[in-house]
Protein backbone atom coordinates (compact mmCIF):
# COMPACT_ATOMS: atom_id res chain seq x y z
CA UNK A 1 0.00 0.00 0.00
CA UNK A 2 1.46 4.04 -0.78
CA UNK A 3 2.21 5.88 1.88
CA UNK A 4 -1.20 8.00 3.32
CA UNK A 5 0.58 10.52 4.07
CA UNK A 6 2.74 10.40 0.58
CA UNK A 7 -0.46 11.13 -0.91
CA UNK A 8 -0.17 14.12 -2.57
CA UNK A 9 2.82 12.70 -4.50
CA UNK A 10 0.31 10.17 -5.91
CA UNK A 11 -2.44 11.85 -7.14
CA UNK A 12 -2.39 15.33 -10.28
CA UNK A 13 -5.44 15.86 -9.19
CA UNK A 14 -7.10 15.31 -5.18
CA UNK A 15 -9.88 16.27 -3.26
CA UNK A 16 -14.44 20.39 0.78
CA UNK A 17 -15.53 20.20 4.81
CA UNK A 18 -15.91 19.35 5.34
CA UNK A 19 -15.96 20.34 4.69
CA UNK A 20 -17.69 21.12 3.53
CA UNK A 21 -21.25 23.03 1.13
CA UNK A 22 -24.57 21.11 -0.45
CA UNK A 23 -27.43 21.63 -2.47
CA UNK A 24 -30.02 19.86 -4.23
CA UNK A 25 -29.79 22.07 -7.58
CA UNK A 26 -25.85 21.96 -7.83
CA UNK A 27 -26.15 20.96 -11.45
CA UNK A 28 -23.13 19.24 -11.60
CA UNK A 29 -23.35 17.13 -15.56
CA UNK A 30 -24.09 13.62 -15.42
CA UNK A 31 -26.58 11.84 -12.90
CA UNK A 32 -25.23 13.06 -9.63
CA UNK A 33 -27.00 13.40 -6.22
CA UNK A 34 -26.12 16.45 -4.25
CA UNK A 35 -25.57 16.19 -0.47
CA UNK A 36 -28.81 18.73 1.09
CA UNK A 37 -31.40 16.08 0.00
CA UNK A 38 -30.28 13.12 -2.34
CA UNK A 39 -32.51 14.19 -5.15
CA UNK A 40 -31.07 13.94 -8.77
CA UNK A 41 -29.04 17.22 -9.83
CA UNK A 42 -31.04 18.30 -13.75
CA UNK A 43 -28.79 17.73 -16.54
CA UNK A 44 -27.68 21.24 -17.66
CA UNK A 45 -30.27 21.83 -20.80
CA UNK A 46 -27.70 23.27 -22.94
CA UNK A 47 -24.10 23.70 -22.85
CA UNK A 48 -23.71 26.67 -24.85
CA UNK A 49 -22.48 30.21 -22.56
CA UNK A 50 -25.94 31.02 -22.36
CA UNK A 51 -27.18 28.15 -20.92
CA UNK A 52 -24.76 27.31 -18.64
CA UNK A 53 -25.45 30.86 -17.26
CA UNK A 54 -28.78 30.37 -16.83
CA UNK A 55 -28.21 27.17 -15.50
CA UNK A 56 -25.89 28.46 -12.92
CA UNK A 57 -28.33 31.03 -12.11
CA UNK A 58 -30.89 28.59 -11.29
CA UNK A 59 -28.98 26.30 -9.14
CA UNK A 60 -27.66 29.57 -7.29
CA UNK A 61 -31.13 30.68 -6.53
CA UNK A 62 -31.79 27.69 -5.30
CA UNK A 63 -28.84 27.37 -2.99
CA UNK A 64 -29.83 31.16 -1.51
CA UNK A 65 -32.98 29.66 -0.25
CA UNK A 66 -31.11 26.62 0.96
CA UNK A 67 -32.90 23.17 2.21
CA UNK A 68 -32.51 22.73 5.74
CA UNK A 69 -35.05 20.10 7.23
CA UNK A 70 -35.85 18.13 10.92
CA UNK A 71 -34.02 15.06 11.13
CA UNK A 72 -36.01 11.93 11.62
CA UNK A 73 -37.89 12.18 14.57
CA UNK A 74 -38.77 8.24 14.96
CA UNK A 75 -37.87 6.56 17.96
CA UNK A 76 -34.68 4.75 18.20
CA UNK A 77 -34.06 4.75 21.79
CA UNK A 78 -30.44 5.21 23.70
CA UNK A 79 -28.19 2.25 23.72
CA UNK A 80 -27.42 2.04 26.93
CA UNK A 81 -23.60 1.59 28.57
CA UNK A 82 -21.83 2.48 25.58
CA UNK A 83 -18.52 3.63 25.21
CA UNK A 84 -16.98 5.66 22.38
CA UNK A 85 -13.91 7.23 21.29
CA UNK A 86 -13.96 10.37 18.47
CA UNK A 87 -10.97 10.35 16.57
CA UNK A 88 -10.31 13.94 15.37
CA UNK A 89 -7.83 15.26 12.43
CA UNK A 90 -6.83 17.90 14.27
CA UNK A 91 -8.41 19.67 16.77
CA UNK A 92 -6.50 22.85 16.23
CA UNK A 93 -8.57 23.37 12.92
CA UNK A 94 -12.00 24.43 13.05
CA UNK A 95 -13.53 22.04 9.83
CA UNK A 96 -12.58 18.83 12.46
CA UNK A 97 -13.07 20.84 15.76
CA UNK A 98 -16.41 22.06 15.49
CA UNK A 99 -17.89 18.97 14.18
CA UNK A 100 -16.25 16.55 16.72
CA UNK A 101 -17.12 18.83 19.36
CA UNK A 102 -20.99 17.77 17.79
CA UNK A 103 -20.31 14.29 18.57
CA UNK A 104 -18.85 14.25 21.87
CA UNK A 105 -21.93 16.26 22.76
CA UNK A 106 -24.22 13.77 21.34
CA UNK A 107 -22.78 10.74 22.88
CA UNK A 108 -22.70 12.71 26.52
CA UNK A 109 -26.14 13.51 25.53
CA UNK A 110 -27.00 9.09 25.17
CA UNK A 111 -25.49 9.16 28.56
CA UNK A 112 -22.25 7.09 26.61
CA UNK A 113 -18.80 7.67 27.70
CA UNK A 114 -16.77 9.53 25.32
CA UNK A 115 -12.50 10.20 24.83
CA UNK A 116 -11.43 12.30 21.94
CA UNK A 117 -8.14 11.17 20.16
CA UNK A 118 -6.38 13.72 18.09
CA UNK A 119 -4.27 12.71 14.83
CA UNK A 120 -3.14 16.70 14.69
CA UNK A 121 -3.41 16.25 10.84
CA UNK A 122 -0.94 13.73 10.66
CA UNK A 123 -2.41 11.14 8.87
CA UNK A 124 0.42 8.95 9.59
CA UNK A 125 -0.87 8.92 13.00
CA UNK A 126 -3.77 7.18 12.64
CA UNK A 127 -2.34 3.97 12.67
CA UNK A 128 -1.43 4.69 16.59
CA UNK A 129 -4.14 6.26 17.45
CA UNK A 130 -6.60 3.72 16.03
CA UNK A 131 -4.74 1.40 18.12
CA UNK A 132 -5.08 3.11 21.29
CA UNK A 133 -8.44 3.64 20.49
CA UNK A 134 -8.97 -0.03 20.53
CA UNK A 135 -6.76 -0.74 23.93
CA UNK A 136 -9.38 1.94 25.66
CA UNK A 137 -11.94 -0.65 25.10
CA UNK A 138 -14.78 1.01 23.20
CA UNK A 139 -17.61 -0.09 21.42
CA UNK A 140 -17.93 2.48 18.99
CA UNK A 141 -15.02 4.25 17.09
CA UNK A 142 -16.44 7.67 15.39
CA UNK A 143 -13.54 8.68 12.64
CA UNK A 144 -12.96 11.84 11.43
CA UNK A 145 -10.44 10.50 8.45
CA UNK A 146 -10.16 8.37 5.58
CA UNK A 147 -10.02 4.36 6.48
CA UNK A 148 -7.24 4.40 4.18
CA UNK A 149 -4.99 5.84 6.87
CA UNK A 150 -5.38 2.89 9.17
CA UNK A 151 -7.12 -0.19 7.24
CA UNK A 152 -5.25 -2.95 9.50
CA UNK A 153 -5.91 -0.98 12.66
CA UNK A 154 -9.71 -0.51 11.73
CA UNK A 155 -10.22 -4.23 10.75
CA UNK A 156 -8.80 -5.34 13.65
CA UNK A 157 -11.47 -3.46 15.95
CA UNK A 158 -13.97 -4.72 13.25
CA UNK A 159 -12.92 -7.94 14.29
CA UNK A 160 -13.78 -7.04 17.52
CA UNK A 161 -17.10 -6.05 16.83
CA UNK A 162 -16.52 -2.38 17.52
CA UNK A 163 -18.77 -0.20 15.47
CA UNK A 164 -16.89 2.11 13.35
CA UNK A 165 -18.81 5.31 11.38
CA UNK A 166 -16.84 7.86 9.67
CA UNK A 167 -17.49 11.56 10.21
CA UNK A 168 -16.53 13.20 7.20
CA UNK A 169 -14.40 10.41 6.36
CA UNK A 170 -14.59 7.99 3.12
CA UNK A 171 -14.53 3.62 3.91
CA UNK A 172 -11.35 1.89 2.71
CA UNK A 173 -13.58 0.43 -0.59
CA UNK A 174 -12.64 4.41 -1.96
CA UNK A 175 -9.25 4.31 -3.81
CA UNK A 176 -8.27 7.96 -3.16
CA UNK A 177 -5.47 7.17 -0.40
CA UNK A 178 -3.75 4.25 -2.24
CA UNK A 179 -5.24 4.16 -5.78
CA UNK A 180 -6.32 0.95 -5.02
CA UNK A 181 -9.40 -0.04 -3.16
CA UNK A 182 -9.84 -2.38 -0.41
CA UNK A 183 -12.00 -3.91 1.99
CA UNK A 184 -15.25 -2.55 4.17
CA UNK A 185 -14.47 -2.07 7.38
CA UNK A 186 -17.21 1.11 8.44
CA UNK A 187 -20.42 -0.62 9.85
CA UNK A 188 -22.74 1.99 9.15
CA UNK A 189 -22.81 5.36 7.50
CA UNK A 190 -24.92 8.80 7.92
CA UNK A 191 -28.44 8.52 6.12
CA UNK A 192 -28.00 12.04 3.64
CA UNK A 193 -30.63 10.39 1.72
CA UNK A 194 -27.93 8.57 -0.87
CA UNK A 195 -26.99 4.82 -1.42
CA UNK A 196 -23.11 4.60 -0.30
CA UNK A 197 -22.35 3.61 -4.16
CA UNK A 198 -23.26 7.13 -4.39
CA UNK A 199 -21.13 8.78 -2.33
CA UNK A 200 -18.60 10.17 -4.18
CA UNK A 201 -20.70 11.75 -6.55
CA UNK A 202 -23.27 12.67 -4.04
CA UNK A 203 -20.16 14.67 -2.71
CA UNK A 204 -18.83 16.39 -5.66
CA UNK A 205 -21.96 17.86 -5.57
CA UNK A 206 -20.37 20.43 -2.77
CA UNK A 207 -18.00 22.02 -5.53
CA UNK A 208 -20.46 22.33 -7.79
CA UNK A 209 -23.03 24.64 -5.71
CA UNK A 210 -19.78 26.81 -5.41
CA UNK A 211 -18.66 26.70 -9.09
CA UNK A 212 -22.63 27.45 -9.82
CA UNK A 213 -22.55 30.17 -7.58
CA UNK A 214 -19.36 31.97 -9.22
CA UNK A 215 -20.50 31.18 -12.82
CA UNK A 216 -23.66 33.11 -11.66
CA UNK A 217 -21.56 35.87 -9.98
CA UNK A 218 -19.57 36.47 -12.25
CA UNK A 219 -21.72 36.42 -15.45
CA UNK A 220 -20.12 33.55 -16.58
CA UNK A 221 -16.36 35.25 -17.25
CA UNK A 222 -14.75 33.54 -13.75
CA UNK A 223 -10.79 33.11 -13.76
CA UNK A 224 -10.48 31.03 -10.77
CA UNK A 225 -7.72 30.02 -8.25
CA UNK A 226 -8.72 27.14 -6.58
CA UNK A 227 -7.34 25.50 -3.37
CA UNK A 228 -7.03 21.94 -2.81
CA UNK A 229 -5.93 20.27 0.18
CA UNK A 230 -5.51 16.68 -0.76
CA UNK A 231 -5.30 15.12 2.62
CA UNK A 232 -9.02 14.20 2.60
CA UNK A 233 -11.02 12.05 -0.02
CA UNK A 234 -14.41 14.07 0.92
CA UNK A 235 -11.85 17.64 0.13
CA UNK A 236 -10.69 15.63 -3.42
CA UNK A 237 -14.49 14.78 -4.75
CA UNK A 238 -15.94 18.32 -3.93
CA UNK A 239 -12.81 19.96 -5.83
CA UNK A 240 -13.35 17.44 -8.44
CA UNK A 241 -17.03 18.55 -8.56
CA UNK A 242 -15.81 22.15 -8.65
CA UNK A 243 -13.77 21.65 -11.43
CA UNK A 244 -15.95 19.77 -13.56
CA UNK A 245 -18.50 22.24 -13.41
CA UNK A 246 -16.14 25.15 -13.94
CA UNK A 247 -14.80 23.81 -17.18
CA UNK A 248 -18.41 23.44 -18.68
CA UNK A 249 -18.27 27.44 -18.68
CA UNK A 250 -16.92 28.65 -21.93
CA UNK A 251 -16.05 32.24 -20.17
CA UNK A 252 -14.80 30.44 -17.05
CA UNK A 253 -11.26 29.39 -16.66
CA UNK A 254 -9.50 27.49 -13.88
CA UNK A 255 -5.67 29.44 -13.97
CA UNK A 256 -4.30 27.33 -11.30
CA UNK A 257 -5.11 25.00 -8.93
CA UNK A 258 -3.07 25.29 -5.57
CA UNK A 259 -2.49 22.12 -3.28
CA UNK A 260 -2.02 22.08 -0.01
CA UNK A 261 -1.75 20.16 3.16
CA UNK A 262 -3.21 20.61 6.38
CA UNK A 263 0.29 20.72 8.06
CA UNK A 264 0.57 24.20 5.92
CA UNK A 265 -2.03 25.92 7.35
CA UNK A 266 -1.42 29.04 8.30
CA UNK A 267 1.86 31.46 7.27
CA UNK A 268 2.58 28.33 4.65
CA UNK A 269 -0.16 28.35 2.89
CA UNK A 270 -1.08 32.33 2.98
CA UNK A 271 2.42 32.39 1.00
CA UNK A 272 1.15 29.81 -1.27
CA UNK A 273 -1.63 32.44 -1.71
CA UNK A 274 0.21 35.34 -1.95
CA UNK A 275 2.48 34.37 -4.53
CA UNK A 276 -0.25 32.45 -6.60
CA UNK A 277 -2.15 35.89 -6.65
CA UNK A 278 0.88 37.69 -7.89
CA UNK A 279 1.10 35.53 -10.89
CA UNK A 280 -2.40 36.00 -11.82
CA UNK A 281 -3.54 39.85 -11.94
CA UNK A 282 -6.31 39.05 -13.91
CA UNK A 283 -7.53 36.51 -11.27
CA UNK A 284 -11.45 37.60 -10.39
CA UNK A 285 -12.20 34.47 -8.06
CA UNK A 286 -10.58 31.82 -5.25
CA UNK A 287 -11.90 29.26 -3.93
CA UNK A 288 -11.30 27.68 -0.77
CA UNK A 289 -11.25 24.38 0.73
CA UNK A 290 -12.75 24.40 4.12
CA UNK A 291 -12.67 27.45 6.91
CA UNK A 292 -9.44 26.75 8.32
CA UNK A 293 -8.05 27.67 5.23
CA UNK A 294 -9.74 30.16 4.52
CA UNK A 295 -9.66 31.76 8.20
CA UNK A 296 -5.99 31.58 8.56
CA UNK A 297 -4.86 31.72 5.32
CA UNK A 298 -6.65 32.67 2.07
CA UNK A 299 -8.54 35.61 3.38
CA UNK A 300 -5.71 37.07 5.32
CA UNK A 301 -4.02 36.78 1.90
CA UNK A 302 -6.12 38.80 -0.40
CA UNK A 303 -6.72 41.08 2.13
CA UNK A 304 -2.83 42.13 2.51
CA UNK A 305 -2.64 41.79 -1.27
CA UNK A 306 -5.12 44.81 -1.35
CA UNK A 307 -7.50 42.76 -3.54
CA UNK A 308 -10.16 42.13 -1.71
CA UNK A 309 -12.40 44.17 -3.33
CA UNK A 310 -11.62 42.88 -7.24
CA UNK A 311 -11.42 39.09 -6.01
CA UNK A 312 -14.28 37.25 -4.83
CA UNK A 313 -13.52 34.20 -2.51
CA UNK A 314 -15.94 31.64 -2.18
CA UNK A 315 -15.19 29.20 0.73
CA UNK A 316 -17.05 26.45 2.39
CA UNK A 317 -19.14 25.10 6.15
CA UNK A 318 -19.68 28.93 6.74
CA UNK A 319 -18.63 28.59 10.34
CA UNK A 320 -19.32 31.63 12.72
CA UNK A 321 -15.88 33.58 11.89
CA UNK A 322 -16.23 32.66 8.05
CA UNK A 323 -19.54 35.05 8.72
CA UNK A 324 -17.62 37.50 10.56
CA UNK A 325 -15.17 37.65 7.47
CA UNK A 326 -17.83 38.37 5.60
CA UNK A 327 -19.64 41.08 7.62
CA UNK A 328 -16.68 42.86 8.12
CA UNK A 329 -15.34 42.69 4.41
CA UNK A 330 -11.89 40.65 5.61
CA UNK A 331 -11.46 38.68 2.17
CA UNK A 332 -14.48 36.07 2.06
CA UNK A 333 -17.57 37.65 0.19
CA UNK A 334 -19.45 33.84 -0.14
CA UNK A 335 -19.23 30.67 1.64
CA UNK A 336 -21.56 27.53 1.52
CA UNK A 337 -23.05 26.79 5.02
CA UNK A 338 -23.84 23.54 6.93
CA UNK A 339 -24.22 23.09 10.15
CA UNK A 340 -20.84 21.33 11.51
CA UNK A 341 -22.29 20.22 14.74
CA UNK A 342 -25.14 19.11 13.55
CA UNK A 343 -23.21 16.66 11.15
CA UNK A 344 -21.70 15.15 14.36
CA UNK A 345 -24.76 14.61 15.81
CA UNK A 346 -26.07 12.97 13.02
CA UNK A 347 -23.49 10.56 13.31
CA UNK A 348 -23.64 9.58 16.51
CA UNK A 349 -27.16 9.37 16.12
CA UNK A 350 -26.33 6.61 13.12
CA UNK A 351 -23.67 5.10 15.50
CA UNK A 352 -26.72 4.82 17.96
CA UNK A 353 -28.79 2.79 15.10
CA UNK A 354 -26.40 0.76 14.58
CA UNK A 355 -25.49 -0.43 18.56
CA UNK A 356 -29.11 -1.33 18.00
CA UNK A 357 -29.30 -3.41 15.12
CA UNK A 358 -31.11 -0.79 13.06
CA UNK A 359 -30.54 1.34 9.81
CA UNK A 360 -29.39 4.79 10.04
CA UNK A 361 -32.29 7.28 9.98
CA UNK A 362 -32.76 10.56 7.32
CA UNK A 363 -30.49 12.65 8.99
CA UNK A 364 -32.41 15.81 7.56
CA UNK A 365 -29.28 18.38 7.46
CA UNK A 366 -29.15 20.77 4.14
CA UNK A 367 -27.51 24.10 3.68
CA UNK A 368 -27.45 27.36 1.99
CA UNK A 369 -25.59 29.72 0.21
CA UNK A 370 -24.60 32.88 2.25
CA UNK A 371 -23.22 36.32 1.40
CA UNK A 372 -23.56 39.59 2.95
CA UNK A 373 -26.91 40.02 1.03
CA UNK A 374 -28.70 37.04 1.35
CA UNK A 375 -28.92 34.54 4.77
CA UNK A 376 -26.55 36.47 6.79
CA UNK A 377 -27.68 37.37 10.39
CA UNK A 378 -26.54 40.58 12.39
CA UNK A 379 -24.29 38.72 14.40
CA UNK A 380 -23.46 35.16 15.36
CA UNK A 381 -24.08 31.58 13.67
CA UNK A 382 -26.54 31.05 10.44
CA UNK A 383 -30.05 30.21 11.98
CA UNK A 384 -31.71 27.55 9.81
CA UNK A 385 -34.93 27.19 12.35
CA UNK A 386 -34.40 23.44 12.98
CA UNK A 387 -33.57 22.54 16.48
CA UNK A 388 -31.66 19.26 15.59
CA UNK A 389 -30.93 18.52 18.88
CA UNK A 390 -34.30 18.69 20.56
CA UNK A 391 -35.44 16.12 17.45
CA UNK A 392 -32.70 13.78 18.37
CA UNK A 393 -32.94 14.17 22.16
CA UNK A 394 -37.13 13.40 22.05
CA UNK A 395 -36.14 10.37 19.49
CA UNK A 396 -33.53 8.79 21.54
CA UNK A 397 -35.77 9.14 24.74
CA UNK A 398 -33.23 11.09 26.78
CA UNK A 399 -35.46 14.66 26.70
CA UNK A 400 -36.29 17.45 24.59
Request: glycine share 10%.
Amino acid sequence: MADPAGRRRLRGIVTAGVVVALLAAAGCAGDRRDPIDGTLSAEPSGTGAEAVLAQARSATAAAWRGTYRSPDPGVRLAAKGKKIAVISRGQQSPTSSIPVSGAVEAAKALGWQVSVLDLRLNPSSAPAVVQQAIELGVDGIVANFDCAYAPVQFAAAKARGIKIIPLFGFDCTDPSVTGTPGESQYTTFVNYGVARVDTAKYTMGFGAVAANAVIAATNGTAKVIAFNDESSTVLHYTHAGFVETIKRCPGCRILEVVEFGTNELGPVLAAKAKAALQRHPDATVMRSAHSAATQLSIAPALVAAGRQNSVLLIGGEGQPKDLDLIRTKQGLNMTLSTDSQWAGWATVDSLNSAFNGESPRPAGFGGMLIDRDHNLPPSGPVQHNVNFKDVYRKAWGVGG
